[in-house]
């Protein structure tokens, strides 16, 4: 067990969004913004390892990280940080047969990261027209968090040792669930053709109010798409 523990000062503030650099995971470039060196923050938690050295053909290897990742916001309090996943596991397990095969897998978990919800501002006409996404709501700064994140990985190995080299053939495939991280995104909620494709323009909810307290019809979506990732490799040792 590893307790762990840091502490961070003058971090970049931004003035006129009003919150702090390290707060976001979706800033790009930052451009020609006044920016003072005015936060602080930290993180502590702790990191536990457990290792089974081989032992009748078995072996294994269990992390778990608990931690912390907060800023300060505007008002000086402090709230979670895009990184701070509280629950980290890690647990490999494996086994070695006879013939030179060996087989084992991975499980992966996060706890979902903290996000900001999205304002009310977004569906106003002006605002998409010029965003063609949803505005975040920085006075609710990351007080929502995504869905937890867990994968599965598998691997089989074949081996065969030569004079004065060895053939190694293995199969691995990543996230073999399929899993994936589910964030929210706002879009336009237009209407679908036969193939599931929008079309037409979009909606305006209120076409008679003047232009910069117009509103479009928007929708929130899941954007997560899980991937399994197959591998077929060959190692060749000399």
Do not use: C
């Amino acid at each position: 067990m590893s307790p762990t523990s840091s502490v961070f000062s003058n971090y970049p503030f931004l003035l006129r969004e009003r919150y702090l650099l390290t707060m976001g995971g979706d800033f790009g470039v930052i451009g020609n913004e006044p920016v003072l060196p005015i936060s602080n923050g930290r993180t502590y938690g702790l990191e536990v390892l457990l290792q089974q050295r081989l032992y009748k053909g078995f072996y294994g290897i269990a992390a778990y990280t608990f931690g912390y990742s907060e800023f300060e916001d505007i008002n000086g309090v402090y709230v979670p940080s895009s990184w701070d996943a509280r629950h980290i596991v890690n647990l490999t397990m494996g086994k070695r047969f006879g013939q030179n095969w060996e087989f084992g897998f991975r499980w992966r978990y996060q706890d979902g990261l903290p996000v900001t919800p999205f304002s009310e501002q977004s569906s106003l006409v002006l605002n998409w027209d010029r965003n063609g996404r949803g505005i975040p709501d920085y006075t609710r700064l990351n007080t929502r968090r995504a869905g937890a994140f867990s994968a599965l990985d598998v691997r089989l190995d074949k081996k065969w040792y030569f004079k004065g080299w060895d053939l190694n053939l293995f199969l691995d495939i990543q996230n073999i669930t399929g899993n994936s991280i589910q964030r929210e995104e706002l879009i336009l909620d237009l209407p679908l053709d036969s193939t599931g494709r929008p079309v037409g323009l979009p909606k305006i909810v209120n076409p008679d109010a003047p232009l910069n307290e117009q509103r479009y019809l928007l929708k929130s979506i899941t954007d997560g798409t899980g991937t399994v990732l197959p591998t077929l490799g060959i190692i060749v040792s000399i």
